[in-house]
């Protein structure tokens, strides 16, 4: 695998894709100073911890299809990762966290408090980047961040009358998951000036393949091996978070996973976590999410039969493989 993480990839895109994302993240790492070290310090929090910044690396591809070397485009990528990396500072106080990406999360470092104000940092960042590219970029991203605030509210009511515990989950997914990343393959087009029929069909994409890298980590929860994946397995069960995999289990309610289905309705003790993993492993719903996975992901590349051929095209289906992949 490439230092992009997408295989198969052309190398003088992956050579173009590396020097814009090193701008990405330079860009990033600047926009966050001020005159407050501690907001310096905690807002750097999760940008040095890392990530797999699909976001930006979405932009940038989804560039290729106009003209990417406008230095908008690298704005709006800082913009998509940082709008992601402030949810996450707001998640980890309503989830009561204790780590994110591999190190202690900020409401456990510092306080709830300060965790919240630091995304609200970064959100008020985010709009002054914003600005400067334009009002078209400033709707964009407020209208991204109203689907964001209404999946997260959605998660947090539960489902309405008449909508199924997992068609609720994955409105919520869409929401919380795939606007984001929908948007950030929108910006990317937009600023290039691709056509708008490409700007509509990476629109689309993104948001199918936001889709499947929740689904994919949802079976990573369960699947994975932690030195293979960097997910610890079992760590959704441990909070009581609702997986794709756990609710197809108690959507079939099988009376033969009673006592499984007893254990998944709250969190999963330390006790009991390894035995719930082994049985989720070999339950036909681990079968039956693999498979929904695998319809999100074609149907994602199916949207792009029409797009002009070429290295950024290849890169974004192996990249909806990637996505797949990653939780086998």
């Known amino acids: 695998m490439n230092q992009v993480g997408i295989p198969n990839l052309d190398k003088q895109l992956e050579a173009s894709l590396i020097a814009d994302m090193k701008k990405v993240e330079d860009l990033m790492r600047s926009h966050i100073q001020g005159d407050y070290p501690l907001v310096v310090e905690t ?33 709006a990528a800082v913009c ?47 709009s002054d980047m914003l600005a400067d590219i334009g009002p078209e970029a400033v709707k964009l991203q407020a209208k991204t961040f109203e689907r964001l605030v209404i999946g997260q509210i959605k998660e947090t009511q539960g489902k309405s009358e008449g909508l199924s515990q997992i068609d609720h989950y994955m409105k919520v997914v869409a929401d919380k998951t795939g606007s984001l990343i929908a948007t950030s393959a929108r910006f990317g087009a937009l600023l290039s000036g691709a056509s708008p029929t490409v700007v509509e069909t ?16 949802d079976l990573l929860d369960i699947a994975s091996n932690e030195t293979a994946s960097g997910k610890t397995p079992g760590t959704d069960l441990k909070e009581g978070i609702p997986t794709l995999v756990t609710l197809f289990v108690m959507a079939d309610n099988d009376p033969a996973d009673k006592d499984l289905i007893n254990k998944l309705n709250k969190p999963i003790t330390d006790e009991d976590l390894p035995s719930v993993i082994s049985e989720l492993r070999k339950h036909k719903a681990l079968k039956k ?26 890169a974004l289906n192996n990249l909806t493989f990637a996505l797949v992949n990653r939780s086998t």
């Open 80 to 126: 998509c990762e940082l709008t992601h990396l402030a949810t996450l500072y707001h998640d980890d106080v309503m989830d009561d966290a204790v780590l994110r990406r591999g190190v202690i999360s900020a409401n456990k470092k510092w306080n709830n408090a300060v965790a919240i104000l630091t995304g609200d940092y970064l959100f008020s960042k985010v």
């Open 289 to 314: 999410v693999q498979d929904y996975l695998s319809k999100v992901a074609t149907e994602a590349n199916d949207l792009l039969i029409d797009l002009p051929a070429g290295a950024a095209k290849e």
């Open 43 to 75: 807002s750097r929090h999760l940008v040095e911890a890392g990530g797999k910044r699909l976001r930006p690396l979405l932009t940038l591809i989804s560039a290729q299809f106009g003209d990417p070397t406008n230095y908008d485009i690298i704005k």
């Open 202 to 217: 990476l629109t689309k994409f993104g948001e199918k393949i936001g889709v499947a890298f929740q689904v994919a980590d």
